[in-house]
């Protein structure tokens, strides 16, 4: 089953009856990988990863939505904004472990702008859920469009996998690049102006 894809009207995954539901099924896990609950080490972790993916998951949570404040664009701004090397951290949904990295985020506006803050929060919104990193790029691009309808929209993200590093085939280090493209940034000079931006050393 797919976790949702966009805006779900989810759970209240802090309700106290389902965290003790979400803590029982960890320790189910853990009693039959034969583990010894007795442990003090293991007393409490049903209920810490319980609590844990309350928050890693936080995006499924019912009203988790970033209140988006679109400004007018009074200036009449016509070049590319871009914010970059923004950091997050989500979690595979085929596995179960994290993966992490960096997005640069761009669009050139047309009637409305965003506040820069705000990037890292849709960002934020759309990895806090078990996710893939190609539907982390189209979600994070599919919003920018959809509330700014700017000229257009790029998407980069750079990724790590604990679930390639970790096991199988162990590429330690391996990076995944996903990209998504909307509008102008079809064209290539504008995805090109977007890649020397991307390569300009910090100010
Ligand atoms: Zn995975």
Known sequence: MCPPNDTPGGPDLL????????AGHVRGILTELGLDLGDPNLAETDRRVARMYAE????????????????????????????????????????????YGHAHLAYIPNDSILGLSKFSRILEFYAK??????????????YLETRLHPQGVMVVIEARHLCVEMRGVKKAGAV????????????????????????????
């Open 15 to 22: 309700a106290p009856d389902r965290l003790e539901r979400i």
């Open 56 to 99: 890693m998951f936080h995006g499924l949570q019912e009203g988790s939505e970033p209140a988006i404040t679109v400004f007018p664009n009074e200036e009449r701004y016509s070049a590319m904004v871009m914010e970059k090397r923004i950091p997050f951290y989500s979690m595979c949904a085929h596995h179960l472990v994290p993966f």
């Open 129 to 142: 859920r078990p996710q893939l990193q190609e539907r982390l790029t189209e979600q994070v691009a599919n």
């Open 176 to 203: 995944t690049v996903t990209s998504a493209i909307r509008g102008i940034f079809h064209q290539r000079p504008v995805r090109e102006e977007f890649l020397d931006l991307l390569r300009r050393t910090e100010p």
